[in-house]
Structures are given as structure tokens and as C-alpha cells.
């Protein structure tokens, strides 16, 4: 019987979410593990894994040989600069801060052409991401959360469109997550994360940073508010 890949929770979301049928860059690949989860399975019709270091690509075929998959096209670039846009109809963009997945939409423009699916799953700086994808031509049309190892994890699946406005609470909160079961959690771990910065900038006594900790309990209440409704 052929030796199946299990995936951790943060990839196995990732997983569930590509749509089943598509062509799908990987980029940052690291192991392969999630595009050989979906081959394996028969989910995707075929895949690009692309990772910017020789050794991760290196370590994603011996994963792609171990589980004997093929349709695995392993590409040594950066981002999404050895990828072309009729290649591929699905990207996922995963485990990396939100600024670097910026930095490699900004370098793909044809990312935001409405024909793309995009997954999208920041490490840090989820906010500031979800405020440029709505200024940049992309807009959402999924969000889920995951536990993985004590840390909960936002996925944005986007497209390219016109998006509304952000606010700041919806930038930090999420923009299509009030049903995800987690929503709550995810709202306890931004008050207190706000809680403290405020605090700590109440510390300082700088006039500058009274203000910056005013705004942030501003945004504490807004978000005990949003608890209360759940």
C-alpha cells in the first residue's frame, strides 16, 4: 500500500482550501509537503513547488520520491519571478511574514487578474497585509483560522477585484471571519496583545505615546464589544 503523507493542521487548512482541479505554484515549498498531500490524493491536476533555497527544493523532491509522486515541477526562484501566469490558476503563499508575501505579489502583478486563486497565510503581520491586498486589486473571498502548535493562524484566500475599505478593527480582526469557530480566540488574542501595548506605552509617560495607547484601548473596547455579540 502506498505510504500516505499526514499533514499539521496549519498545512492540512491550506490543504482543504486549494480548489480541487487546479494547477497550483507552492511558493516557499520547503518540504513539498503540501503539494505532494494533494497529488497523493488526487486533488490538484499538477503542481509547481518553488522555494528560493536550493536545499529546501532539495528536500522537496526526496519528499516527492518517498511518497512516489510525479507532477511535481521543482522551480529554484524567487517568489513568483520563474513562474508564468497561464501556469498555473492556484497560488499559496504560506508560512512567511506579510511583508515578504507583499513584496512577492508586488513582483506578479498578474496575480491580481480575477483568473487567480490566491492562499495567502501570513506568519506576521496579518493586519498590514490585509489592508495592502485591499489597496493593491485584490479583494476576499474566504478567511479561516487554525491552531497549529499554541499559535492560531489566519488563511486569506483572495482574487483580484475591487475590496472595500478596510478599518483599522477589520485589518487586525479579519474580514470574513465571524462564523469561523475560532473568531472568538482570535478576537481574546488581539485584546490582550492591544491590552499590553497599550500598557506598556502608558509606562513611558511620553505625550506621543499616550496617544498611541488611547488608540489602542480604543480598539480594545471595540473589540470587547465584538466579543459580547458572539
Not at 497561464?86 to 498578474?110: F, K, N, R, Y
Not at 472595500?164 to 487586525?172: F, G, I, S
Request: charged content about 25%; overall charge negative.
Amino acid at each position: 500500500m502506498e505510504k500516505q503523507l499526514q499533514l499539521q493542521p496549519r498545512l492540512q487548512l491550506l490543504a482543504d482550501m486549494v480548489p480541487v482541479g487546479c494547477r497550483l505554484a507552492d511558493v516557499g515549498t520547503d518540504h513539498g509537503y503540501l503539494p505532494v498531500w494533494l497529488l497523493q490524493r488526487g486533488r490538484i491536476r499538477g503542481a509547481i513547488a518553488a522555494d528560493i533555497g536550493a536545499e529546501p527544493l532539495a528536500h522537496a523532491r526526496r519528499t516527492a520520491e518517498e511518497y512516489g509522486v510525479g507532477d511535481i515541477d521543482f522551480r529554484l526562484c524567487d517568489g513568483l519571478s520563474g513562474i508564468a501566469a497561464e501556469e498555473v490558476d492556484t497560488v499559496v503563499i504560506a508560512g512567511m511574514g506579510g511583508e515578504t508575501i507583499m513584496a512577492i505579489l508586488s513582483g506578479a502583478p498578474w496575480t491580481k487578474d480575477g483568473a487567480h486563486t490566491l492562499l495567502l497565510q501570513p506568519m506576521t503581520k496579518a493586519a498590514e497585509l490585509r489592508h495592502w491586498l485591499t489597496v493593491n486589486g485584490y479583494r476576499f473571498t474566504e478567511e479561516r483560522l487554525v491552531w497549529d502548535k499554541n499559535y492560531l493562524y489566519p488563511v486569506l484566500k483572495v482574487t483580484g477585484g475591487e475590496s472595500q475599505k478596510l478599518t483599522e478593527l477589520q485589518a487586525l480582526t479579519g474580514v470574513m471571519l465571524e462564523e469561523d469557530p475560532l473568531y472568538g480566540d482570535y478576537l481574546r488574542q488581539h485584546e490582550k496583545k492591544l491590552r499590553d501595548i497599550a500598557a506598556g506605552l502608558r509606562r513611558s509617560g511620553r505625550e506621543d505615546a499616550l496617544q498611541r495607547a488611547k488608540e489602542a484601548e480604543m480598539l480594545v473596547d471595540c473589540i470587547v464589544e465584538r466579543i459580547r455579540t458572539l
